[in-house]
């Protein structure tokens, strides 16, 4: 027999990919023109998380590091990331997302959610209400972990 907790894996399952593979088309459609999907995913990665080193924003997309640098070597001539030397350690690569950058990632958020918006007006008003709290429900358990616990009604960027 199964649980509640198991049914509710098994439509998380179904649902969460679904959904991810939409928001992922409407993010990228609105790249700028000649970029990468991979290059877009370094700027959404050093947006949400700031600076971090060459590594780990290869890892993160998962590229070789020679790949990597070329890539970022692109986006520093578009004026979309700013590379300098680490501190302490001058070996060290550490990128930073531009002001320009960020107006990219921002405007592809804004067009996403008024894609979801327009999608969600199926959805009657409650039904958007239970939606928005599963959504703050898996927030919980995925990204903030199922040892911290929010605030009621508070959901974390």
Do not use: W
């Given at each position: ?121 199926s959805l009657n008003a409650d039904e958007v209400g239970r939606l928005k709290e599963a ?23």
């Amino acid at each position: 027999m199964q649980t509640l907790a198991q049914d509710c894996a098994a439509v998380m399952l179904e649902a969460v990919p679904a959904a991810m593979r939409v928001i992922r088309q409407h993010m990228r459609s609105r790249r700028l023109p000649g970029m990468s999907v991979t290059q877009f995913r370094v700027l959404g990665f050093l947006d949400h998380y700031g600076p971090a080193t060459l590594t780990s924003a290869a890892e993160h997309v998962g590229t070789a590091l020679p790949s990597m640098s070329r890539m970022i070597q692109l986006l520093v001539e578009g004026q979309l990331i700013h590379r300098h030397t680490g501190s302490p350690d001058r070996r060290t690569v550490c990128l930073e997302i531009t002001t320009k950058g960020r107006r990219v990632v921002d405007a592809a958020r804004k067009a996403t959610v008024e894609q979801l918006t327009s999608q969600l007006g199926s959805l009657n008003a409650d039904e958007v209400g239970r939606l928005k709290e599963a959504m703050g429900l898996l927030l919980r358990v995925f990204v903030v972990g199922s040892s911290q616990h929010l605030p009621q009604g508070e959901v974390p960027r």
